[in-house]
């Protein structure tokens, strides 16, 4: 069987595919949510004057105090993380399709997604702890 | 291989924005793409930004007054924008790739009606929903927004 | 501007062993009702330029050979009237994405190269049974129309040239190999999906998909390419989950026994078929 400009046949990319649709079906309802609150808070403080301001340092702080809340920021976070940079990492092996490109382009969203998880996941756990119960 | 030389007519980066016609699908496509790269630059700054509330409350009001620029809101609303339609196509496409919106296989027959027409509704309808959420965010960004 | 009943062909021409980047020629085309673009170029080969190079064979939409780009549109030249394309002028290239042998002949080794590579045939595991063939497989009309529609694929390779993935990426399989590997994964006699799968998915083939949808719009056959793409995925994922149902085997049915043996129509491989 002629395989010499195929790649590696014993990839299994599909799992990474799947796991993109599983990402981006949690992501239509939790950033969707998140995006509906931060976005339309005129519309949605007409039914609870809580959403009217959502970028309030009160509210911050509030939204800070909850586990439950910091916990899914996280979570939200690694998701969008790995939905945004699966995209990329599809366009960019489809526009330098050789083996060493591949290597590279995964290290790259590897990298970049490694540090903005931890900058936003270091900052939501510490903010999380820190914020002053009042 | 033949003897002859040949010369390379790959599109490349060209069949995104012009190339051949599109059809809806192919904007669509094209769009997506687009979209999903705001998405990601725009999240990678959101996350800079919202670390800051770690400094406490000054560090954060200072940051916030800056997004109350004219030119800002509007950035801001081209991310809704971006997501609105990113997250409807989105769904129609996660719909399409898992095989439900496409149809079974169908014997064909001239004028060949496939998959394309299958999925036709639905997109339709979720673009309503893209336009409906895209004035939505509009009408708060510009009436009901500080 | 041309006559009313003349229309102008304007080709991109060229040859890699003289030219080093492509010219447009243009050539008035004598117009006739329900004349097609194939017509028209054997027109102009046969009283303008005898040198004008293309692929043709059957004239009537069966063989696959002439794809080109017309007026944008990666479409057949014999499928395709003139009348419906344009009134003033038609504009011809090359299928597009594949390195140019000469004039509007594109150099399709790699199609054919990434379509062998995905077996596309019927497999079987019983080796035994295509030596010496009990039966004939029988299939129900319901399990021939999950595959009947992917098998009118003449591999012209208009698909290949409308795909954007295929426009960027080198390695991706494109739509017409991918097909082609689906009609077997999908022919309730075929075995082969463990060995395609090694390829069908890896990172330039199926998983590189992103539903244009512009193949299925452009194939003169009808064989929807993108939804053949999308149902190969699902399937790829079902297996992965482990949840893929094998598909009842083709039953083979053994000439009937009222026959005497002598007559029975299987009993002996057609004269054709290889000793050993």
């Known amino acids: ?134 | 291989m033949n003897d002859h030389p040949a010369v390379e007519q790959r599109l490349g980066l060209v069949r995104w924005l012009t190339g051949h016609r599109h059809g809806i699908e192919g904007y669509l496509y094209i769009c997506h793409r687009i979209s999903g790269i705001v998405l990601l630059l725009f999240l990678s700054l959101h996350v800079l930004v919202t670390s800051s509330r770690l400094f406490g409350e000054e560090t954060w009001q200072t940051l916030m007054s800056l997004t109350h620029s004219p030119a800002l809101k509007f950035l801001e609303y081209l991310v809704f924008v971006a997501f609105a339609f990113h997250a409807t196509n989105g769904v129609r496409l996660i719909l399409i790739e898992l095989g439900f919106a496409v149809g079974k296989a169908e014997h064909p027959v001239y004028p060949y009606r496939g998959s394309l027409h299958k999925q036709r509704p639905l997109m339709i309808v979720l673009m309503v929903v893209a336009a409906v959420l895209i004035v939505l965010g509009g009408f708060d960004a510009l009436r009901l927004g500080r | 501007m041309p006559r009313t009943n003349e229309i102008i062909f304007s080709i991109r021409r060229l040859y890699p062993a003289v030219d080093a980047v492509p010219h447009t020629q243009r050539f008035p085309v004598e117009l006739h009702p329900g004349m097609t673009v194939l017509e028209g170029l054997l027109q102009i080969r046969e009283s303008q330029d005898a040198s004008l190079a293309w692929r043709f064979s059957c004239r009537m939409g069966v063989c696959g050979s002439c794809a080109m780009i017309v007026n944008g549109h990666p479409r057949l030249a014999c499928n395709t009237q003139i009348q419906d394309v344009s009134r003033e002028e038609v504009r011809l290239a090359p299928l597009a994405n594949y390195p140019v042998i000469k004039d509007l002949v594109a150099n399709l080794d790699t199609l054919f190269e990434q379509h062998a590579a995905l077996a596309p045939y019927i497999a079987r595991s019983d080796s035994a049974e295509l030596i010496a063939p009990g039966g004939e497989f029988r299939q129900t009309p319901a399990q021939l129309t999950r595959f009947l529609q992917f098998s009118g694929c003449i591999k012209c390779g208009a698909c290949m040239a409308a795909c954007p993935t295929v426009a960027s990426d080198t390695r991706f399989f494109g739509p017409m190999p991918l097909t082609a590997a689906h009609r077997y994964n999908a022919d309730n006699r075929d075995d082969g999906f463990a060995t395609r799968k090694r390829h069908m998915r890896q990172r330039h083939a199926a998983e590189h998909c992103h539903y244009a949808g512009e193949c299925s719009r452009v194939c003169p056959k009808g064989v929807d390419p993108a939804r053949a793409l999308q149902l190969l995925r699902r399937e790829l994922l079902l297996d992965w989950l482990g949840l893929r149902r094998r598909q009842a085997l083709a039953m083979v049915q053994p000439a009937s026994d009222d026959q005497p043996p002598s007559q029975r129509r299987v009993q002996t491989p057609p004269p054709f078929t290889v000793q050993r």
Request: glycine letters at 12%; charged letters at 10%.
């Open chain 1, 1 to 134: 069987m002629h395989c010499g400009w195929a790649g590696n046949v014993t990839d299994n990319k599909i799992k990474y595919w799947a796991l993109n649709v599983f990402c981006a079906l949690v992501l239509a309802v939790l950033l969707g949510a998140h995006m509906g609150l931060m976005h339309l808070p005129g519309l949605l403080g007409q039914i609870n004057p809580a959403w009217k301001d959502p970028l309030a340092w009160a509210h911050v702080s509030e939204r800070g105090r909850s586990a439950a809340i910091t916990g899914g920021y996280v979570l939200l976070l690694g998701l969008a993380l790995f939905h945004g940079l699966y995209g990329v990492h599809t366009m960019f092996t489809e526009f330098f399709s050789g083996e060493r490109a591949a290597r590279r382009i995964a290290a790259g969203c590897w990298i970049a997604g490694i540090a903005l998880f931890v900058i936003g996941a270091f900052s939501s756990v510490i903010f999380h702890i820190s914020v002053p119960r009042t």
